[in-house]
């Protein structure tokens, strides 16, 4: 069983169709990426996801569950995870209460001491920050925190909302290798992405979205050799 399964989903705002029927799985410790433009559709999938946005039709299930059917605070406690796009740090808390807060739905101290260590042997800036008010943090470190949180919620499940959007390219090499690290150490994560080039080095599968649809699917590898993602997203 997968552990995502999407089938028929149609996502509208109003009389906007912003999903138009898509289908996409994700298996436990796959890391899978969704490529697209900007107003493809993808974050408008994360939302339905999540249950922050109701589908028109169609079908999600994840983890054996109906999704459509759960409220949306039950999915932290099952292990789903979303870094939105912009971030959404609690500016007015410390680096450090925001990492706690990612684990608010936990009760194991000593376990989430050890990964708040392990946050910041990945992030050394933010152990150098600890005590700063996310609200003054870098648009980098921003996201780093935003990832850190998503580890602490210790998610079966991670979903990134193009992280690397907005950042100096320096700082874009590090997130994807992060996120290729937080991949290694067993967790499934849904990645999607403008940076079409980048996801793909990272990620074991991909789909491409264009106007609300799937319009490409297939191993990472392939997709970044094909020549229609050549020419659409990769600009060669
Ligand atoms: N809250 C909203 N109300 C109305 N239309 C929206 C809303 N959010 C997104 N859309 C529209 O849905 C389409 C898909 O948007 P989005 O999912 O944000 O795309 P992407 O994340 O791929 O850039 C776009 O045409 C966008 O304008
Ligand atoms: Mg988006």
Redesign the pocket.
Same mark, same amino acid.
């Given at each position: 069983m997968s552990l995502l399964e999407v089938k028929k989903l149609e996502?509208a705002? %109003?009389g906007?169709? $912003?999903?138009k029927g898509i289908d996409l799985h994700i298996e436990q410790g796959e890391l899978v990426t969704l490529i %697209?433009?900007?107003? $493809?559709?993808?974050?408008?999938?994360?939302?339905t996801l999540v249950g922050l946005?109701k589908p028109k039709s169609g079908s999600i299930s994840y983890d054996g569950n109906d999704c459509t059917k759960i409220p949306v605070h039950h999915f932290v406690s099952k292990g789903l995870s979303l870094v939105p796009?912009g971030r959404g740090v609690f500016s007015r808390l410390t680096v450090e209460e925001n990492l706690r807060m990612g684990a608010f739905y936990r009760n194991d101290p000593n376990a989430i001491n050890a990964e708040i260590e392990h946050v910041y042997e990945l992030f050394p800036r933010l152990k150098e920050r600890y005590k700063q008010l996310a609200g003054t943090l870098s648009g980098g470190e921003q996201q780093m925190l935003a990832m850190g949180r998503a580890i602490l919620a210790k998610p079966k499940l991670l979903l990134l909302?193009?992280p690397s959007m907005g950042l100096a390219p320096i700082i874009v090499q590090k997130i994807f290798e992060i996120v290729k690290m937080i991949s290694q150490q067993g967790v499934t994560i849904l990645l999607?992405e403008?940076n079409a080039k980048l996801a793909l080095e990272v990620s074991d599968r991909g789909y491409v979205?264009e106007s609300?649809k799937i319009t490409m699917s297939g191993p990472a590898q392939e997709l970044l050799h094909s020549d229609a993602v050549k020419k659409a997203y990769l600009g060669e």
């Amino acid at each position: 069983m997968s552990l995502l399964e999407v089938k028929k989903l149609e996502v509208a705002y %109003g009389g906007i169709q $912003a999903v138009k029927g898509i289908d996409l799985h994700i298996e436990q410790g796959e890391l899978v990426t969704l490529i %697209g433009a900007n107003g $493809a559709g993808k974050t408008t999938t994360l939302k339905t996801l999540v249950g922050l946005v109701k589908p028109k039709s169609g079908s999600i299930s994840y983890d054996g569950n109906d999704c459509t059917k759960i409220p949306v605070h039950h999915f932290v406690s099952k292990g789903l995870s979303l870094v939105p796009e912009g971030r959404g740090v609690f500016s007015r808390l410390t680096v450090e209460e925001n990492l706690r807060m990612g684990a608010f739905y936990r009760n194991d101290p000593n376990a989430i001491n050890a990964e708040i260590e392990h946050v910041y042997e990945l992030f050394p800036r933010l152990k150098e920050r600890y005590k700063q008010l996310a609200g003054t943090l870098s648009g980098g470190e921003q996201q780093m925190l935003a990832m850190g949180r998503a580890i602490l919620a210790k998610p079966k499940l991670l979903l990134l909302d193009e992280p690397s959007m907005g950042l100096a390219p320096i700082i874009v090499q590090k997130i994807f290798e992060i996120v290729k690290m937080i991949s290694q150490q067993g967790v499934t994560i849904l990645l999607v992405e403008q940076n079409a080039k980048l996801a793909l080095e990272v990620s074991d599968r991909g789909y491409v979205m264009e106007s609300g649809k799937i319009t490409m699917s297939g191993p990472a590898q392939e997709l970044l050799h094909s020549d229609a993602v050549k020419k659409a997203y990769l600009g060669e």
